[in-house]
């Protein structure tokens, strides 16, 4: 079952109880901070559109051991906070990870998938995604690679995937990663992956 647009938009404006990190005590949050009202009045049956906030390029080696990882260091490209209305050009083969504007407050009941928006696969832009575990908090960044054969400008703001929220049947372990929050790479530095 898939959580309608009703629910959605009270759990946004209502807010949903979900783990404070640091000091670990239950705060309530808006299930997706910092959209647009025209976002909360264009949901399109079960799914919010969210818009690219920030562009980064990753720049670095990686080491993905079982007992420890390094993932790219990364360079910002781009993004909304000094960018505004920037506008990047993405190259056939360019591979890039793109990090929304909205952040997402899950609780431990929901889970979340993102697929990216029809636009970009008719552009020849498909989106690497995931499913969002609960009780993670925070934008999301997922993979871009340009399969296309022409460039594509995209604009800060524009509107890149959606989202679907999913209740959980019983009890679900709570995410606890280390991609918690804003965080795109280890950028470059060796860290143990759980």
Not at 7 to 28: F, K, L, N, Y
Not at 92 to 107: A, M, R
Not at 158 to 175: D, H, N, Q, T, W
Request: hydrophobic share 40%; charged share 25%; aromatic share 8%.
């Amino acid at each position: 079952m898939v959580l309608g647009a009703d629910r959605i938009i009270r759990m946004v404006r209502e807010g949903v109880p979900v783990e404070d990190h640091v000091t670990g005590t239950i705060a309530t949050k808006p299930l997706i901070e910092h959209l647009g009202s025209d976002q909360i009045e264009g949901i399109e049956g079960t799914t919010v559109d969210l818009r690219l906030g920030a562009i980064y390029k990753p720049v670095g080696r990686a080491r993905l051991m079982r007992e420890t990882r390094i993932t790219p260091e990364i360079e910002n490209v781009m993004d909304i906070k000094t960018s505004p209305d920037g506008v990047y050009c993405v190259k056939p083969g360019d591979y890039l990870l793109f990090q929304t504007i909205e952040q997402v407050n899950l609780p431990d009941d929901l889970f979340a998938y993102i697929r990216p928006r029809t636009t970009l696969i008719r552009s020849g832009i498909p989106l690497l995604t995931a499913f969002i575990s609960p009780n993670y908090q925070g934008r999301l960044t997922v993979g871009m690679k340009h399969q296309g054969i022409a460039d594509v400008e995209i604009q800060m703001g524009f509107r890149i995937l959606c989202i679907a929220f999913f209740p959980i049947e019983g009890r679900a372990v709570p995410y606890r990663g280390v991609w918690q929050g804003d965080r795109v790479s280890t950028n470059g530095e060796e860290e143990r992956p759980f």
